[in-house]
């Protein structure tokens, strides 16, 4: 299972990246929010520090907002992964990013029918909100495993399982067993 981090502190992932555990990094509007800097400036920073996928999240909620967005993130760095959101929007924008060639995270995942939307819109990531739905008292762990097991049953599908909202290191382990493609953690339980 591969590592990212969920921050968007380049100190801490550069301190991380020396591990070599690191296999790429996670960002979203309020992480780079509590950085207090420019968040294109963050996002081209981060990828210079690690060259594995570095997701970035658009904020517009409209696709022609999205896919403008989409592309001047795309265009920071060559490992730029455009995070979108699972709307209806989000998908016809993750449709026309990922035939461009784009990669692309779509995230706030809560149930298999979202995330086999995402997948039939050819995201590269999933981000099922592990947390999040412990917070709501349902079991986030149990959408992994059942995403998880849906994918398999079409082997040539390129979407990779990605937990998120990863709160405590049983999360990242039970993920694993899982069979997550990637959990993405931050950084204190990372440590
Ligand atoms: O990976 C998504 C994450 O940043 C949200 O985490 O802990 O705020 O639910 P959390």
Known sequence: MKFFVDTADVAAIRDL??????DGVTTNPSLVGKSGRDFREVIVDICKVTDGPVSAEVIATDEAGMLEQGRALAALAPNVVVKLPLTLDGLKACRKLTSEGTRTN??????????????KAGARFVSPFVG????????????IQEIVEMYANFP????EVLAASIRHPLHVSQSALAG????????????
């Open 17 to 22: 990246h020396a591990t070599g555990l690191v």
């Open 180 to 191: 997550a493609d990637v959990a993405t953690i931050p950084y204190p339980v990372m440590k």
């Open 132 to 143: 999040r739905l412990d917070d709501l008292a349902q079991d986030g762990m149990q959408l």
């Open 156 to 159: 040539n599908l390129k979407t």
């Open 106 to 119: 779509v995230t706030l995942c809560f149930s298999t029918s979202q995330a086999l939307l995402a997948a």
